[in-house]
């Protein structure tokens, strides 16, 4: 059983916008937990047409939220998909509607690390249930049933939201129409889980971390969850990207200083990213969250097979990927394509030049955008949706 609560948007962000589900049936989760109830936070753009045909499910990455295109309630800055949602956009408000869920173990509304253990009145921090991105994926499922779709037209994300993607694909064949994995794997690479476990560290050892429990003793690893951002900023750029925007340019100074300031901006522009961050994201959800994309592996349970693994899937899909991502590389996307050919599946396949690096998802892509118009629109007509 479920109820709903809404929260009209307000640009004073007084309390969080949007609206919130409280689910209160427990979740089985992957790691033999029955966990509930539990609330998920999330955001919807456009109406839901008589058929309830046109939905879909948009999915962010690892440090985003459901606010894809309404300003964030902390930072005031526009929604992290506000390119492409609008009337009109490549993510048609006036045809679709959208929905955005912050991810189970997140920080902005949805159930996660910080809220309060009902069985304790402290934080959950380390007591929270280690999570999935297939328990992602189920909690989003719960939604998905309360809003009355059988069917989502279309489920779309980048990075650790094309995971979910293709866990969506894989979980509810019968519920996925098409799928968009933009910028992601069917599994995390040893490269990344070694770039994940660098970020952890950097939190656990910042002495205000505390063993987990600092909201509890009025704390904050602050210092250990900028460093964790400024190491994942990095694989989000190409070299390309870094040396464009900055090369080796100084920061305010003429000359080095032969210290250990920030000399060179890309130093500066680092810092900024760690610093700001820390205002909107919370440490424990760090850990939690890329644990759960070092966990994802589609094609684990199927003897090592991801074709076996995607052996059911109904929906049609276009695969995603940018040249210049060595963080989820377009070989990776290839593999992909690879099973789903071999279950005969109906999969299209873009690899875009980009000199944007793994964030190019996020970034003003005219390749992108058209080719993602182009595929949702072939897929309307097929669901009866029209151009």
């Known amino acids: ?3 709903i609560a809404f929260r009209p ?21 992957d790691c033999g937990i029955d966990f509930g109830p539990f609330t998920i936070a999330f955001q919807t753009y456009g109406a839901l047409n008589a058929e309830h045909s046109n939905a879909i499910l948009i999915c962010h990455a690892l440090t985003g939220d459901q606010y894809a ?24 408000t006036e045809r679709y509607f959208l929905i ?17 253990n009902p069985a304790t009145g402290e934080p959950w921090a380390l007591s ?36 979910q993607v293709l866990q969506w694909a894989a979980s509810y064949p019968e519920c996925v129409f098409s799928a968009v994995p933009i910028a992601a794997a069917a599994r995390h690479s040893a490269q990344n889980i070694a770039f994940h476990e660098v970020g952890r560290q950097a939190i656990m050892a910042d002495p205000d971390w505390c063993g987990g429990r600092y909201l509890t003793l009025g704390r904050k690893p602050a210092r250990g969850l900028s460093v964790a951002r400024m190491a994942a900023h990095i694989t989000y750029l190409s070299e390309a990207a870094l040396h464009r925007k900055f090369g080796r340019n100084l920061q305010d100074r003429h000359a080095v200083t032969y210290g250990f300031d920030a000399d060179f901006q890309v130093e500066s522009y680092l810092r900024h990213q760690g610093s700001t961050f820390v205002d909107r994201f919370d440490a424990n959800s760090y850990l939690y969250i890329t644990r759960a994309m070092d966990y994802f592996d589609l094609a684990a349970e199927h003897e090592g097979s991801l074709h ?64 993602l118009r182009g595929f949702l629109a072939g897929c309307g007509e097929h669901r009866g949706l029209g151009r």
């Open 1 to 3: 059983m479920s109820t």
């Open 9 to 29: 948007r307000s640009r004073s962000y007084q309390g969080w916008p949007g609206y919130r589900l409280l689910v209160r049936d427990p979740l089985r989760l």
């Open 69 to 92: 295109a309404d300003p964030h309630p902390i930072t005031g800055k526009p929604g992290w998909w506000q390119t492409l949602i609008g009337p009109g956009g490549v993510l048609d």
């Open 100 to 116: 955005c869920a912050n991810v189970l173990g997140g920080c902005m509304g949805t159930t996660g690390p910080q809220d309060l």
């Open 128 to 163: 929270f249930p280690v999570i999935t991105v297939r328990d992602m994926v189920r909690a989003q499922k719960r939604l998905i049933e309360h809003l009355g779709i059988d069917s989502l037209f279309c489920v779309i994300g980048g990075s650790m939201g094309g995971m």
């Open 308 to 371: 076996q693994a995607l052996s059911g899937t109904r929906s049609r899909f276009c695969v995603i990927s940018f040249t210049s991502d060595w963080l989820f590389p377009t070989a990776e996307s290839r593999q992909l394509v690879h099973a789903l050919n071999a279950v005969a599946a109906n999969v299209s396949f873009v690899e875009i030049a980009t000199e944007n690096g793994h964030d190019a998802f996020l970034l003003h892509e005219p390749e992108l955008f058209e080719t």
